[in-house]
Structures are given as C-alpha cells and as structure tokens.
C-alpha cells in the first residue's frame, strides 16, 4: 500500500523531504506521541517491513527532544520519517522494542547519548560508554572542549612531566 | 554440565575488529552472546556538529575503516539533496568507479576473515595481497590508499588521472583470473561446504524485520539492493544482476539459504557483478566537468531541513540523516551503518546452538565492522 494511501487513511499531514542522488520519496510526518505506536503498526501491516533507523534530535533552543522513527517499504519503494517530540526536562517515551527488536539497541544508544528513558526496556545498560559520570554527551549544551579540559588537561602526559 | 564464560575479543582473530562478544557455553554450544562494543567510540556525530560542512568530508571516511567511500559518498548526497545540486554526469560515473572497487576490496577482506576462521589460511593472503592492486588504483586516483576524501558535495575532487582507465582494465582483468583460482581453493572446497552450509542460520520470515540489509538479505533470498531499489550515481545507467540465493548461477544452492555458504556465494557473485560494472563504465563514462562550480568553502551554508541518503555498502544499506538548520555547520548527522543491526541483535539471536567453532565463521559471514556500530 502506498504512503500516501496509508497518511489519509490516517489522517496525517506530511511533507515532502528534498531529494537529490537517490530517486525514492522520503515522506515526514509529525506525528502524536500516543498515536506513534499505532501507526508503526499500520504501516508494518502494509509492507514498511524494513525499520530502517531511530534517531534522536536535541531541540535545545525548543526545550525538545525529537525521535524520528525511519521506516521502509521494499514493495512501495518508499521511505517514512515518522516525528515525535518529547519535553527535554522530562525526557520519556515507552519502547516500541517489541515491534522490531533492532530498536532495543537504538533506545540503549539514546538514553546513553542523550538521556532519554524508554520505559518498558528492561537492557538500557551502556553500549558504548564506560564509566560514563557526566551528562549525556550527545547532548547540545555538553561542551566537549571543556570535559577535555577538565577531564585530562590538568593531568601531564608523564609522570613528573609538569615539573621544570 | 555448568555453563562457563567465553570472551570472544577485543584482541581475538576470531572477531572482525575492535569488538568483544562475551559468550556463555554449555559443553562446546554457545547458549547465549552477547556483544559488547565501545573499543572505537570517537564520537564522530557529535564532532561533526562543531565542523563546517566541508571539514566532515575528512573526518567521516573514519567511520567504516574497510570501506570508507560509502560514507563520503552517502554525505556528499545527503548534503546534495539539502542545497538541490544536480551533478554532472561524469562526477556520477567516477563516483561508480570508486564505490564498485571500494566494494570489491571489502568483499576482499570479508573473505579473507571468513576463510581465515575455517583454517584456509592460503585464500587471507592472496585476498590481501590482491586488495593492494586496488589500493595502488586509489592511490593513483586520489593519492590516499585506505582513506581517499575524494568524493565532494558537488562531484568529485579531481578528475581521473591518465592512462587510470587502461589500469583500471588491466586489474580487473587480473582479479577476474584471480577469482578462479579463489573458487578452487575456498568456494568449491569440501571444507567450505562442511563448514559454511546450514550454519548460522537467519530464519527467513524475520530477516527483514530484523533490519538485515545487503548481501546477508539477498543470501535470503531477497533480490534488494539499495541500488536497484533506490538508486544513485550512475548506477540506472549500467547492467548488472543481484545475485541472491537460490541463484547463484555456475555454483550449486547447497543448503537452505540464509546460512554461512549462501552469504559468501553472495559475496563471491557480488564481485563478478562489480567488475561488469566498472567495465560497462570504462566504456561508457562521458566527458565534461568532474564537479560543479562551488562557493566559497569557508562561508558555505546549507539551507535547513532533513535530508536522508543511502548507498549499498559491501555490508549492506549505508545511510545518512544529515539535519541543517541553515548554518555553517550541521545540526545533527546521524550514521545508519549496517553492522549495527548485524553485529548486534541479528548475532545474538542467531548465536544460541552454535559450536564455538562456528561462532568466529559466523560473525565473519555478517562482514560486521564494529567502527560503524559505535562511530
């Protein structure tokens, strides 16, 4: 079925994404945070089979997060970006894990990177991080410069190397 | 029996890269992995968002070490597509060039890792050795060897050198020799069958699901490939099949697909196809300019909004999400490398029932490089 039979049916307005290099369409949608899971459901029931990415966005200026869940269908030939936002104060969704199980590893990443919870995922260990104590990195107000600085400026390179 | 812990990596000839999979064992089956990541973390998004658009195309070849092209040439399009720029025709087929021998030599190395885990150590060699004379090729092209920042927003850096297309024809000539000679010793070899066939299976009904893309999709049975299904640089232009199983053409469909021996065919195939391509392009690239009339690097800004693009890989669907917000640099990139899905959740589904012996050849036939896992 294609995307835009599926967005009235729906209901959902969209916009077209500029394309130039590929040739397929790539629809965006900003959707409602409850309705999210239901119409991942509907397009996996019409061919958008291939759940292609999660990514997250640091609206720092909107005080917001934005997910955007990234869907493809082999038979439509089509991409969806599918947009929600989350208050950046207060960042929670519930995880859609149980859809398509890759997203377990993308919500990991997120709420590593960025600090946003996904309730219902029980695996939001570090994946990539170790002994992680600051903000989320991937954050827009973390200042990589600075935690250089902080972090490993005052240490000399070797043992009493400071010393003249 | 009591189960005991195995830890397969960092520093392990058994994994493809800096990345560990720690695996529970009962007797010689694995009953659980799980995969640990974080040995290559440099934080590329993050730096890319405090680089101008134009200093990323030096950094980002950094993500896939094996085959860095795709992500200049996924970038360069994404950023394409934010400021509308046509390019011109002969930077589509130089860009073909570099993606097509950049495949090859990836194909290269996952079946040198692949042969390398089942004890035939003569084919690691060769392939090696035989990926240098694409190096000297690239190195001829874009004076880099591994890491090439050849492939621009707007074309491509330079135009081809002389006399790089007859040396084009010459290797591709040699490497075409060379395959027969890969057939007797690996891809028709009895330990081959032995150990790649039926193994590591990918249930079928779920590989799409699951986010599998690229050779380790069609070794399922899929004929999808990004560049048939969403095609790029002068790709619409040439002749070429998608080998997928159970078409593997002058090699028999042992087995039932989605295993170990169907994902190297694959690989095998995916090379021949290659070296049609580039011939096809040898024939058929135009004349004109290499790369369009740019502004001035240091003031260049990209108008906002979204932009996604994609290539096939060596590994399967790279993409790019690049976000502007109409400044000097990006606001957000984000990386969709494909071993993200194989080298995570797909391997640690599909591990359970494996002999340890089989765990490193599996982990080979994903082709996971971890670079592009944690970026």
Redo the contacts between chains.
């Keep these: 079925m294609k995307a835009e039979e599926l967005f009235k049916e729906l209901n959902v307005e969209y916009e077209m994404m500029k394309v130039k290099g590929n040739e397929d369409p790539r629809y965006r949608v900003k959707v409602n945070a409850d309705k999210l899971e239901d119409i991942i459901v509907k397009f996996k029931e019409n061919g958008f089979r291939h759940f292609v990415a999660l990514s997250c966005v640091d609206w720092i200026k909107d005080g917001k997060f934005e997910l955007i869940y990234h869907l493809f269908s082999y038979e439509t030939l089509e991409d969806v970006f599918l947009s929600i936002y989350i208050p950046r104060d207060e960042p929670k969704y519930r995880s859609l894990r149980h859809l398509f199980p890759q997203i377990e590893t993308y919500e990991r990443e997120i709420h590593e990177m960025f600090g946003v919870d996904f309730e219902g995922n029980d695996r939001l260990i570090p994946l990539i991080l170790e002994d992680w104590n600051d903000m989320p990195p991937m954050r827009k107000d973390f200042d990589t410069e600075k935690y250089a600085k902080e972090k490993y400026g005052s240490i000399p390179p070797v043992e009493g190397g400071d010393e003249e | 029996m009591k189960e005991f812990e195995l830890f397969i990596g960092p520093q392990h000839v058994g994994v493809t890269g800096n990345m560990m999979y720690h695996i529970w064992v009962d007797g010689d089956t694995v009953v659980k992995a799980e995969t640990n990541?974080?040995y290559l973390?440099r934080?590329f998004?993050?730096?890319m968002?405090?680089r101008s658009w134009l200093m990323n195309i030096a950094l980002i070849p950094r993500i896939c070490v094996p085959e860095p092209d795709v992500n200049e040439a996924a970038y360069?399009?994404a950023v394409?597509?934010?400021?509308?720029?046509?390019?011109p025709e002969r930077a589509k087929y130089i860009r073909t060039i570099i993606l097509e021998l950049a495949r090859i030599s990836g194909h290269l190395l996952a079946i040198s890792g692949y042969a390398g885990a089942i004890g035939l150590y003569t084919l690691p060699n060769w392939a090696i050795g035989d990926r240098d004379y694409i190096l000297d090729l690239f190195e001829q092209l874009t004076g880099g060897r591994v890491y090439h920042i050849f492939i621009f927003p707007g074309g491509v850096r330079w135009d081809l050198p002389d006399g790089f297309l007859r040396k084009l024809g010459k290797v591709l000539d040699y490497l075409e020799e060379r395959m027969k000679l890969y057939d007797e010793v690996m891809f028709r070899n009895e330990i081959f069958f032995r150990r790649a066939i039926d193994i590591g299976v990918i249930p079928k009904d779920k590989a799409?699901?699951?986010?599998v893309?690229g050779p380790n999709l069609r070794a399922c049975g899929?004929p999808?490939d990004v560049r048939k299904?969403?095609?790029?640089?002068a790709y619409?232009d040439v002749e070429f099949e998608i080998p997928h199983y159970p078409k593997f053409g002058e090699f028999e469909a042992y087995g039932h697909g989605c295993d170990c021996y169907s994902r190297m065919i694959v690989r095998r195939l995916e090379i021949e196809q290659s070296i049609r391509i580039l011939r096809q392009v040898i024939e058929k690239i135009p004349d004109g300019p290499h790369i369009l009339k740019l502004p001035n690097p240091i003031a260049w800004k990209v108008p906002a909004?979204?932009?996604?693009?994609?290539v096939e890989s060596s590994k399967g669907?790279f993409?790019y999400?690049v976000?502007s917000d109409g400044g000097k640099m990006p606001?957000?990139v984000?990386v969709?490398g494909p071993s993200?899905?194989h080298g995570?959740?797909v391997m640690e589904?599909i591990a359970p029932g494996l002999n340890i012996a089989d765990f490193a050849p599996t982990a080979f036939s994903l082709d996971v490089c971890p670079p592009d896992i944690?970026r």
């Design positions: 990541v974080g973390h934080g998004e993050k730096l968002e405090r360069a399009m394409e597509s934010l400021m509308g720029w046509d390019i799409i699901e699951w986010g893309t899929y999808y299904t969403d095609p790029y640089a619409p909004g979204y932009a996604y693009a994609r669907e993409g999400l976000i606001y957000r984000h969709r993200y899905t995570i959740n589904a944690e």
